[in-house]
Nanobody, 115 residues
Framework: QVRLVESGGGLVQPGGSLILFCTTS????????MGWYRQAPGKQREMVAR???????TYADSGKGRFTISRDNAKNTVYLHMNSLKREDTGIYYC?????????WGQGTQVTVSS
């Protein structure tokens, strides 16, 4: 069974930065499509950033120029660098691994942007 564990969330002031981490127990991590998703209070979960195995990256418009997704295949880890955080970035951030037609989710990490 694949298990994803996110970390790095917390409370940060507007304009601040955070780095989120997601490590997976799955094998053959290099062929996985990895993504970060956010669920704000009272809203549906939405894609924040997605990184395919060939390096193609997609960002939601809300994070372009501020967020960077990257991966370290040797560590089975995907990262989300978040800069210039805004109050509307608040939510639970989930990591998703897509492989062989299956989606695997982590338990989420809370990010709160507030002064």
């Amino acid at each position: 069974q694949v298990r994803l564990v996110e970390s790095g969330g917390g409370l940060v002031q507007p304009g601040g930065s955070l780095i989120l981490f997601c490590t997976t127990s799955g094998t053959l991590f290099a062929i996985s499509v990895m993504g970060w998703y956010r669920q704000a209070p009272g809203k549906q979960r939405e894609m924040v950033a997605r990184l395919t195995r060939d390096g193609t990256i997609t960002y939601a418009d809300s994070g372009k120029g501020r967020f960077t997704i990257s991966r370290d295949n040797a560590k089975n880890t995907v990262y989300l660098h978040m800069n210039s955080l805004k109050r509307e970035d608040t939510g639970i951030y989930y990591c998703k691994e897509e492989k062989w037609g299956n989606d695997y989710w982590g338990q989420g990490t809370q990010v709160t942007v507030s002064s």
